[in-house]
């Protein structure tokens, strides 16, 4: 079947697809242990087991709250639909700031004034991000080189080479307060694939 969980913060994609594993499977086996006492047979004192299958459709980075599409068992052959077509999101970032992760919970790499930021040119440079753009993935990601994972290569302070990847940004609307400055907000639905991290940063 197909499920839709409400990701929490500082969970990853991944840490859902365990727990919900781990229930299922601990369900399983308190149903087969209870109908085994009522038959009175044990299978020579062996604990039953079972492998359910469970997937996740698409990555949610750790900090993102929101929608995760589940599937378990033949649910997980459906997922691939769910990596096409659009999706949207909404996001906070912070002018004149960059750190290593591209998001909060990195170490600030870069600093720069912002005050000569007017609205009239944040709207401009959104338009620059419109429709079809390239997009390098960052260090810190789960996507996969050689076998390891970007994050490992970046958690030893290592760079390596990232192709650019096309990706599509078919609405994308900003805004900020004055009062809220340095933070701004964003709205965007795009193609599967991006990254809303490097969207920010660029």
């Known amino acids: 079947g197909l499920i839709a969980v409400d990701k929490p913060q500082g969970w990853t994609s991944s840490d859902v697809v365990v727990k919900i594993r781990n229930e299922l499977s601990k369900g399983y086996r308190n149903i ?6 009522k038959s009175e047979h044990r299978s020579n004192g062996r604990k039953n087991r079972i492998k359910i299958k ?3 459709g698409g990555t949610l980075d750790p900090m993102a709250t929101g929608v995760l599409v589940i599937g378990i068992g033949n649910g997980t052959k459906l997922l691939q639909n769910y ?3 659009s999706k949207r999101y909404k996001a906070t970032g912070k002018f004149g700031e960059e750190t290593d992760t591209l998001d909060s919970t990195g ?5 720069e004034p ?6 009239l040119e944040f709207e401009k440079t959104l338009n620059n991000f419109r429709g079809e753009i390239s997009q390098i993935p960052p260090m810190y990601s789960a996507l996969k080189k050689d076998g ?6 970046a958690r030893q302070n290592k760079i390596v080479e990232r192709e650019p990847r096309k990706v599509t940004i078919y609405e994308l609307k900003g805004s900020y307060n004055d009062l809220d400055m340095p933070y701004f907000e964003i709205d965007a639905e795009c193609s599967g694939g991006t990254y809303i991290r ?5």
């Open 83 to 85: 990596l096409t077509g």
């Open 32 to 37: 087969k242990e209870s109908e085994e006492s």
């Open 148 to 153: 390891k994972k970007m994050y490992e290569f």
């Open 54 to 56: 469970v997937g996740h």
């Open 198 to 202: 490097t969207l920010i940063y660029l």
């Open 114 to 119: 912002y005050d000569h930021i007017e609205k």
């Open 107 to 111: 170490k600030v790499t870069e600093t």
